[in-house]
């Protein structure tokens, strides 16, 4: 078993801020890319901001320089700093971890959290 735990989120005024933090627990061998993605309500899920094992790092243009993720590795945790948010911003985040168990040595899997809810109030 693998798990994703998320904390954070929440309310917030238009240019504040808020960071999303998530756990990943269980019979974990490896983690490649860690991330986050977000779904508003009518659209698909898109792919916030990704960062691998070795701390590279990509962002979808609309948060660039206002988003930060970080993980720590030995923790097995990723967190997402968002700062100047908009109601654009406006999004259930999902944690995503593509992840070797002990169950499956031979291929990763992708897991997802529960989903955080991230309203920004105009």
């Known amino acids: ?7 954070g989120g929440g309310l917030v ?6 960071r999303l933090s998530c756990a990943a627990s269980g019979s ?4 490649n890319s860690m991330g986050w993605y977000r779904q508003a309500p009518g659209k698909q899920r898109e792919l916030v901001a990704q960062i ?20 720590d590795n030995a923790k097995n945790t990723v967190s ?5 948010l908009k109601p ?12 070797v168990a002990n169950f499956d040595l031979f291929r990763p899997h992708d897991y997802w959290g529960q989903g955080t809810q991230v309203t ?3």
Do not use: H, P, W
């Open 1 to 7: 078993q693998v798990q994703l735990v998320e904390s």
């Open 13 to 18: 005024q238009a240019g504040g801020s808020l």
């Open 28 to 31: 974990i061998v490896s983690i």
């Open 52 to 71: 691998t094992s070795r701390g590279s790092t990509n962002y979808v243009d609309s948060v660039k320089g206002r988003f930060t993720i970080s993980r």
């Open 80 to 84: 997402l700093q968002m700062n100047s």
């Open 88 to 99: 654009e911003d406006t999004a259930v985040y999902y944690c995503n971890a593509n992840i």
């Open 120 to 122: 920004v109030s105009s």
